[in-house]
């Protein structure tokens, strides 16, 4: 070795710090800080870098943990046994590495080889072993054919302190590269990708529940979309609208799912949400092809991100910029109903800079009739590093949605005769046009501080044109009420006294395509742009002399959304440049509404033992401005200020009983701004309070050995200003309500525990919430005639108005008691892999205010209850699904085939804005690649 060497570069801190939104990881510098040094130094090494994949399993190497930077590892050999100076590495290894680790080494560390390629998140099968990372206590274990268990953590290695984690993972780098060196002579080499999230892969620095799923896992999967490998997770119910995943509606633990307002959604690190304070609701969710992983936050670690804190958090990771060279990766599906999909992603890199670029088209034809779709996206990222110590990441990406897919579903017995079917399909559309631009600048001045700040820009246009408004002839004016038919109508060419010929309302006289393109419709354009900066902190310190971990971060954000709503009978009005030149009475609807919001955060954790600590505060201070120039097609100019200050805490802490096994619970304040109704009246907007909530969760999570993992919460949920739907969009405070409950969730994989080169493996995740309910009941909970008299009819609407249905003791909306996936899966060494799983949701309850519809039977033979679509139950499902895919030896290339609802069972899948069937037996086949 050339004696110009010298020492290699400090180490960086590990993973575990770096939940930055921006930056997300700091392990890249690791990566960055040593190979300058390798590559002078280790010719050997150097010369055999590339990470091998075993030609076993497609899975192998796919993935880079966050410590897995192999391509890092210092050169020198180093003795397993730890804690021996006399066994230390010959200089300059032992003054760089040996002075740097030494203060952490309070135990002992066995070591043994872990291979460069063992980082997947679930057991994978190559030459003299399997590779298992844990995802219960994330860490990484190698099992060797023998049954030997080996790698960091099976003697304890990883059971005290970050620091011992640190050591575990710098010390056994050595071994990594020797495995490396062995195998670059017989297998392929791959890219190395660094996948970074913002959620800690240090489970004890995350006080709560939470799930990470990696890319191997989507593969494994192969959903069609979001809501097919969601629907996996804890906790999560999806409530289905469209076959392609398009609008998710996610619920967690008996939350209502509506339009995932209670859910925190982002991709890397940013907020989603049409505008996350002014309009919480979630129409774009990136396509799952591009998704890398994906992390699910229940506990209250929630309090780092906001604004909403009362359900959970959900993080989308993209594909990271490569950092050794180029990569090229695709994918092709077809399949039944007409689905297509392409991805592609084509990157170069280097420890100093990369870019990426990445497309993705799909579409298909829907589960309803008419009911097309086509979406694309193009997303580019860059980094570069200034320095040392500086490192610039940018991020652009631009999304279009083109569909048929609207708010219009069926009456009861419409659904009745063709549950499929869509009257104005032809002609109703939906258009989102999605831009996002991101800049982060990472500087790193130590080991244990790293400071980001990242800019954000995000516009969105979303627009809707349909020709129903309202399900199976009902109609939500107070008096109206008791008109359903159970047969549609149109909305602006229907004359309930005389009805011209295929315009709805009646089995003999149901809408027809020449009706429908006779008529007109409404157009909902809106725009929402938001933008802001935060700032966040992640350092290490050592008070009271202890080990501690602290995240403090600012946030500064604003919003504009501006809203727009055109009818007109003409059908001219399907041109959306034509609804934009109408006045008077056409242009229904014209407001705006503008948030400025300012979050700060800090968060500590304390190490003492075996024992963590976690303490955090959130402070929100919104200030929202609505301003109504037009409401219900009258000109009117109302401006409403709202301001809303809060302070959330939060504490939680983890108690490592054993190795491989936490005990964790917490409790946390959660918030949520609520979201605006569909229409505003003539009085401006109704006056919604912020939601707010008190969470509590007990549970524990075990990897007991090689091959097994579980995890078990119990959860509690206290709102005590809950927002219900009140009527079709219209939203008010429900009071307090109570969500109680267990989630368990699992795998066993044969391979590891046998050591046999087959793997057979069972995963399982199940929900049981016995407690979802109301606890007080509505002045409005039932509809009430002139002078506000329950039960009195209605001749006159100012005097009348339409339950809420808000009941205590009542369930509520669209929470099932439980759910369950359930997964058996088979790996063959050859490279073939097969799956067979279900999937069970129990039956829920339909929005509160459509539980007291009218009774009373009219002259069609219906009631409102009876015919809307919207009263009843959605009775429980259980749904198959299987896959089979073969990779061959190479491992660059893998065919594979999915089937969901296997049996082709038909089922009601929501009532919201009336019936909507569920996704029919859906096959798809396809082609992975990459190089």
């Known amino acids: 070795m050339a004696a110009t060497c010298g020492s290699p570069p400090r180490l960086g801190r590990p993973s575990t710090w770096s939940t ?73 290894m032992a003054s760089a590495l040996w002075l740097q680790m030494a203060p952490a080494m309070m135990l002992p560390l066995s070591i043994s080889p872990v291979p460069a390629w063992c980082r997947a998140s679930r057991p994978v099968k190559a030459r003299g072993g399997w590779c298992w990372r844990s995802r219960a206590v994330q860490h990484t274990e190698f099992m060797t054919n023998e049954g030997r268990p080996s790698g960091p953590g099976r003697r304890g290695a990883m059971r005290n302190s970050k620091g011992l984690m640190l050591a575990s993972a710098a010390l056994s780098l050595p071994a990594v590269a020797q495995a490396e060196s062995a195998a670059a002579g017989q297998e392929e080499a791959l890219t190395t990708i660094i996948v970074t999230g913002i959620v800690p892969d240090d489970s004890r620095l995350m006080p709560g529940s939470r799930d990470v799923v990696e890319r191997e896992d989507i593969e494994e999967r192969a959903p069609i979309s979001l809501r097919d490998q969601l629907i996996a997770i804890p906790g999560i119910n999806v409530v289905e609208e469209d076959a392609g995943g398009l609008a998710l509606n996610i619920g967690i633990r008996g939350l209502d799912p509506r339009r995932s307002s209670r859910i925190l959604l982002m991709e890397d690190g940013v907020p989603i949400a049409l505008a996350p304070y002014g309009d919480p609701a979630a129409h774009y969710a990136p396509p799952v092809e591009r998704i890398e992983r994906i992390e699910v936050v229940r506990g209250s670690g929630q309090i780092l991100y906001g604004p909403q804190t009362v359900g959970g958090m959900i993080n989308f990771v993209s594909t990271p910029v490569p950092t050794d060279g180029a990569m090229v990766r695709g994918e092709a599906r077809g399949g039944t109903r007409g689905l297509y999909g392409f991805q592609g992603a084509l990157g170069t890199g ?24 086509d979406i694309w996206e193009v997303l580019a990222k860059g980094r570069v590093m200034l320095g040392e110590t500086h490192e610039l990441r940018l991020r652009a990406s631009h999304y279009q949605e083109r569909s048929n897919i609207t708010e219009t579903m069926l009456g009861t017995l419409e659904y009745e005769a063709d549950p499929f079917q869509a009257p104005t399909g032809r002609f109703d559309r939906f258009e989102q046009d999605r831009t996002h631009l991101q800049a982060s600048h990472v500087w790193t001045p130590g080991d244990k501080v790293q400071l980001t700040t990242t800019g954000y820009w995000v516009r969105t246009f979303r627009a809707s044109f349909r020709q129903t408004d309202k399900p199976g002839g009902w109609d939500d004016a107070p008096d109206e009420r008791g008109l359903a038919t159970g047969w549609t109508v149109l909305d602006r060419c229907f004359d309930e006294d005389d009805p011209e010929p295929g315009t709805g309302g009646s089995a003999d006289n149901q809408i027809t395509p020449e009706a429908s393109a006779a008529c007109g419709g409404r157009w909902r354009p809106r725009r929402f742009h938001y933008y802001g900066i935060e700032s966040r902190l992640d350092a290490g310190h050592n008070l009271f002399g202890l080990e501690n971990t602290i995240t403090a971060g600012v946030r500064w954000h604003q919003e504009r959304v501006q809203r727009d709503q055109f009818r007109s009978s003409d059908p001219a009005i399907r041109s959306l440049d034509f609804a934009r030149s109408l006045t008077g009475s056409a242009h229904r609807e014209d407001a705006a509404i503008d948030v400025r919001a300012f979050s700060g955060y800090v968060q500590n954790s304390t190490t003492a033992g075996a024992v963590t600590i976690t303490g955090g505060l959130r402070f929100e201070h919104i200030e929202t401005t609505t301003l ?192 369950l996936s359930l997964t058996a899966g088979y790996q063959h060494p050859a490279g073939i892999e097969a799956r067979f799983g279900l999937d069970y949701r129990s039956s829920q309850q339909p929005d509160p205010f459509a539980r007291v519809l009218d009774t009373a039977i009219n002259a069609s033979g219906c009631s409102d209850a009876l015919c809307s679509g919207l009263a009843g139950a959605i009775p429980a499902v259980t749904l198959f699904n299987a896959g089979l895919s073969y990779t061959p030896d190479k491992g660059r290339v893998t065919f594979f085939a999915t089937a969901w609802n296997l049996f082709d069972k038909q089922y009601l899948a929501s009532r919201v804005d009336g019936m909507a069937a569920g996704r029919p037996r859906t096959i798809v086949g396809g082609v992975r690649m990459r190089f």
């Open 350 to 373: 280097s420890e100093k800079g990369g870019v990426l670029i990445e497309a993705t088209a799909r579409g298909g034809d829907g589960i309803r009739d008419s009911h097309d779709f």
């Open 628 to 819: 109504v120039r037009r409401a219900s097609s009258t000109a009117v100019d109302i401006t409403v200020d709202q301001t809303d200050t809060v302070l959330l805490p939060g504490l939680g802490a983890v108690w490592q009983v054993a190795t491989g096994t936490e005990i964790f619970g917490g409790v946390h304040a959660g918030f949520a701004p609520p979201r605006p109704s569909r229409d505003i009246g003539t009085e401006g907007p109704a006056p919604v309070a912020p939601e707010r909530s008190t969470n509590w969760e007990l549970g524990i999570r075990s990897q007991p050995r090689p091959g097994v993992s579980l995890e078990a919460t119990l959860f509690r949920t206290d709102f005590r200003e809950i927002v219900i739907s009140s009527a079709l969009g219209s939203f008010v405070n429900g009071g307090r309500t109570r969500q109680e409950g267990l989630e368990v969730a699992g795998r066993i994989d044969t391979g590891p525990l046998t050591g046999s080169d087959h793997n057979l493996w069972l995963q399982a995740a199940w929900t049981h919430v016995p407690t979802a309910r109301f606890g007080t009941t509505s002045d409005a909970a039932f509809s009430a005639g002139d002078g506000g008299v329950t039960g009195a009819p209605c001749d006159d609407d100012d005097g009348c108005f339409n339950g809420n249905g808000i009941i205590a003791g009542s369930r509520l909306p669209y929470a099932p008691r439980n759910t």
């Open 20 to 92: 930055s939104p921006a930056a997300k990881s700091s392990t890249p510098s690791l990566s960055r800080r040593l190979e300058p040094w390798r590559t002078r130094c280790c010719p050997a090494v150097s010369a055999s870098r590339p990470t091998a994949r075993p030609r076993s399993s497609r899975w192998a190497g796919r993935i880079r943990s966050h410590w897995s930077t192999s391509q890092a590892a210092p050169c020198a050999p180093m003795s397993r046994r730890v804690g021996d100076p006399g066994t230390l590495p010959s200089p300059p």
